[in-house]
Protein backbone atom coordinates (compact mmCIF):
# COMPACT_ATOMS: atom_id res chain seq x y z
CA UNK A 1 0.00 0.00 0.00
CA UNK A 2 1.58 3.57 -0.99
CA UNK A 3 0.18 6.71 1.07
CA UNK A 4 0.72 10.02 -0.60
CA UNK A 5 0.32 13.48 1.04
CA UNK A 6 0.04 16.35 -0.42
CA UNK A 7 0.75 20.12 0.83
CA UNK A 8 1.73 22.81 -0.41
CA UNK A 9 -1.82 24.74 -1.20
CA UNK A 10 -3.08 27.87 0.22
CA UNK A 11 -4.61 30.98 -1.54
CA UNK A 12 -2.24 33.31 -3.84
CA UNK A 13 -3.03 36.28 -5.82
CA UNK A 14 -2.74 35.93 -9.79
CA UNK A 15 0.39 36.37 -10.92
CA UNK A 16 1.91 34.67 -7.50
CA UNK A 17 3.51 31.24 -7.10
CA UNK A 18 3.23 28.22 -5.49
CA UNK A 19 4.98 25.12 -4.60
CA UNK A 20 3.23 21.94 -4.00
CA UNK A 21 4.39 19.11 -2.63
CA UNK A 22 3.56 14.98 -2.42
CA UNK A 23 4.99 12.46 -0.34
CA UNK A 24 4.94 8.84 -0.48
CA UNK A 25 5.25 6.07 1.69
CA UNK A 26 7.19 3.08 1.26
CA UNK A 27 10.78 2.28 -0.41
CA UNK A 28 9.59 1.84 -4.04
CA UNK A 29 9.38 5.67 -5.03
CA UNK A 30 11.78 5.21 -7.31
CA UNK A 31 10.01 2.65 -9.45
CA UNK A 32 6.79 5.00 -9.44
CA UNK A 33 5.46 7.53 -12.37
CA UNK A 34 3.66 10.36 -10.84
CA UNK A 35 0.90 12.57 -11.67
CA UNK A 36 -0.34 15.54 -10.88
CA UNK A 37 -4.57 16.05 -11.53
CA UNK A 38 -6.53 18.92 -9.99
CA UNK A 39 -10.12 19.25 -9.43
CA UNK A 40 -12.32 22.39 -9.93
CA UNK A 41 -15.68 23.08 -8.50
CA UNK A 42 -18.31 21.15 -10.95
CA UNK A 43 -15.76 20.32 -13.29
CA UNK A 44 -14.31 17.01 -13.70
CA UNK A 45 -11.01 15.70 -12.24
CA UNK A 46 -8.32 16.97 -15.00
CA UNK A 47 -4.62 16.02 -15.49
CA UNK A 48 -2.07 18.88 -15.07
CA UNK A 49 1.42 17.31 -15.10
CA UNK A 50 3.38 13.95 -14.79
CA UNK A 51 6.98 13.00 -14.34
CA UNK A 52 8.71 9.86 -15.07
CA UNK A 53 10.29 6.97 -12.72
CA UNK A 54 13.77 8.28 -12.95
CA UNK A 55 12.86 12.00 -13.57
CA UNK A 56 13.84 12.08 -17.38
CA UNK A 57 11.06 12.71 -18.85
CA UNK A 58 7.81 15.04 -18.19
CA UNK A 59 4.27 15.66 -19.27
CA UNK A 60 2.22 18.84 -19.18
CA UNK A 61 -1.47 19.64 -20.30
CA UNK A 62 -1.13 23.21 -22.34
CA UNK A 63 -2.85 24.96 -20.16
CA UNK A 64 -0.04 24.57 -18.19
CA UNK A 65 2.97 24.62 -20.27
CA UNK A 66 5.97 27.16 -19.51
CA UNK A 67 4.24 28.19 -16.00
CA UNK A 68 4.23 24.90 -13.95
CA UNK A 69 7.29 22.54 -13.42
CA UNK A 70 7.27 19.00 -12.42
CA UNK A 71 10.33 17.62 -10.31
CA UNK A 72 11.29 14.72 -8.04
CA UNK A 73 13.10 13.91 -5.36
CA UNK A 74 13.65 10.18 -5.10
CA UNK A 75 15.83 10.37 -2.14
CA UNK A 76 12.92 11.80 -0.28
CA UNK A 77 10.07 10.20 -1.82
CA UNK A 78 8.84 13.11 -3.11
CA UNK A 79 7.38 15.06 -5.92
CA UNK A 80 7.06 18.88 -6.84
CA UNK A 81 4.84 21.07 -8.86
CA UNK A 82 6.33 24.75 -8.98
CA UNK A 83 3.74 26.81 -9.97
CA UNK A 84 4.23 30.23 -11.55
CA UNK A 85 2.34 32.77 -12.80
CA UNK A 86 -0.87 31.65 -11.49
CA UNK A 87 -4.15 32.38 -12.61
CA UNK A 88 -7.88 32.40 -11.10
CA UNK A 89 -8.52 29.55 -13.42
CA UNK A 90 -5.86 27.14 -11.53
CA UNK A 91 -8.10 27.06 -8.77
CA UNK A 92 -8.87 23.25 -7.88
CA UNK A 93 -7.75 20.69 -5.38
CA UNK A 94 -4.39 19.67 -6.47
CA UNK A 95 -3.91 15.76 -6.09
CA UNK A 96 -1.11 13.79 -6.59
CA UNK A 97 -0.74 10.12 -8.03
CA UNK A 98 1.44 7.31 -8.17
CA UNK A 99 1.59 4.60 -10.73
CA UNK A 100 3.58 1.73 -10.05
CA UNK A 101 6.01 -0.22 -12.13
CA UNK A 102 6.65 2.90 -13.89
CA UNK A 103 9.29 1.75 -15.65
CA UNK A 104 7.35 -0.36 -17.80
CA UNK A 105 4.81 2.56 -18.93
CA UNK A 106 4.70 5.68 -20.70
CA UNK A 107 3.27 8.51 -19.11
CA UNK A 108 -0.23 9.20 -19.16
CA UNK A 109 -3.15 11.67 -18.82
CA UNK A 110 -5.41 9.29 -17.94
CA UNK A 111 -6.57 9.12 -14.66
CA UNK A 112 -7.93 5.79 -14.01
CA UNK A 113 -3.87 4.60 -15.04
CA UNK A 114 -2.69 5.45 -11.97
CA UNK A 115 -2.94 3.16 -9.03
CA UNK A 116 -2.54 5.08 -5.50
CA UNK A 117 -3.99 8.85 -4.92
CA UNK A 118 -3.29 11.57 -2.38
CA UNK A 119 -6.33 13.31 -0.38
CA UNK A 120 -5.68 16.82 -2.07
CA UNK A 121 -4.62 20.10 -1.48
CA UNK A 122 -6.66 23.46 -1.83
CA UNK A 123 -5.11 25.90 -4.30
CA UNK A 124 -6.91 29.34 -4.61
CA UNK A 125 -5.66 32.44 -7.09
CA UNK A 126 -7.82 35.08 -6.38
CA UNK A 127 -8.03 37.80 -9.43
Known amino acids: QVQLVESGGGLVQAGGSLRLSCAAS????????MGWFRQAPGKDREFVAAISWSGRSTLYTDSVKGRFTISRDNAKNTVYLQMNSLKPEDTAVYYC????????????????????WGQGTQVTVSS
Open 26 to 33: GRSFSNYN
Open 97 to 116: AAKTGGSRYALTQLSDRYDY
